[in-house]
């Protein structure tokens, strides 16, 4: 079982939100987490958006809108990326990241579609 | 500004070494640690390497253990991967990026391994 699982694809329509989430294996408990959030348009390099362990120690990126939020839910051991008021320039794949045992660990992507 | 350029990607045989450069302005190289991430064709990201400020502590992805090698000279603002038996899985564009939060990326160097 892979240590981060992010859903492969979402659609949402433009001006509503997604939600995309970034679940942690079994045994890996997303309260101790910082999760790390990163944006990839087609052709281009990784882009940093935000980093989010709890709502007193987070970090937006230099640049990155407001409407680019962190959260958690406990319940399901997950990271979620918030975006409010999808635009089309939003299509993009998000990817999670954490620090696990002295090394980087990012999860599969979630492919972004805004139609 | 940030700038992160990568340098040293191209086309090898299995078996080959091929050695990849970083050179960083615009922030100071020497108070941060350092990243390599690999992305092959078409999927997603993966950590290969990261190296202390110093120097003094080096982590590295299971699968390029023994084969890569990290290093940085911060007197010139620079980083390195050196790649030695190189597989066809290793075939992929290389960024190198900067800080533990991998807040600033290059726009990459694709390294190609084939007979």
């Known amino acids: 079982q892979a240590v981060l699982s992010q859903p492969s694809s979402l659609s949402a329509s433009p001006g509503a939100s997604a939600s995309l989430t970034c679940t942690l294996r079994?045994?890996?408990?997303?309260?101790?987490?910082?999760i790390y959030w990163y944006q990839q348009k087609a052709g281009s390099p990784p882009q940093y958006l935000l980093k989010?362990?709890?709502?007193?120690?987070?970090?937006?990126g230099s640049g990155v809108p407001s409407r680019f939020s962190g959260s958690k839910d406990a319940s399901a051991n997950a990271g979620i990326l918030l975006i409010s008021g999808l635009q089309s320039e939003d299509e993009a794949d998000y990817y999670c990241?954490?620090?696990?045992?002295?090394?980087?660990?990012f999860g599969g992507g979630t492919k972004l579609t805004v139609l | 500004e940030v700038q992160l350029v990568e340098s040293g990607g191209g086309l090898v045989q299995p078996g080959g070494s091929l050695r990849l450069s970083c050179v960083a302005s615009?922030?100071?190289?020497?108070?941060?640690?350092m990243t390599w991430v690999r992305q092959a064709p078409g999927k997603g990201l993966e950590w290969v390497a990261s190296?202390?400020?110093?120097?003094?502590?080096?982590h590295y992805v299971d699968s390029v253990k023994g084969r890569f090698t990290i290093s940085r000279d911060n007197a010139q603002s620079s980083l390195y991967l050196q790649m030695n038996s190189l597989r066809a899985e290793d075939t992929a564009t290389y960024y190198c990026?900067?800080?533990?939060?991998?807040?600033?990326w290059g726009l990459g160097t694709l390294v190609t391994v084939s007979s």
């Open positions: 990026a900067s800080t533990n939060t991998f807040d600033y």
């Open positions: 615009g922030f100071s190289f020497s108070s941060y640690w």
């Open positions: 190296m202390k400020q110093d120097g003094s502590s080096i």
């Open positions: 079994s045994g890996i408990n997303v309260g101790t987490y910082m």
């Open positions: 989010y362990k709890s709502d007193s120690d987070k970090q937006q």
């Open positions: 990241m954490i620090w696990h045992s002295s090394a980087s660990v």
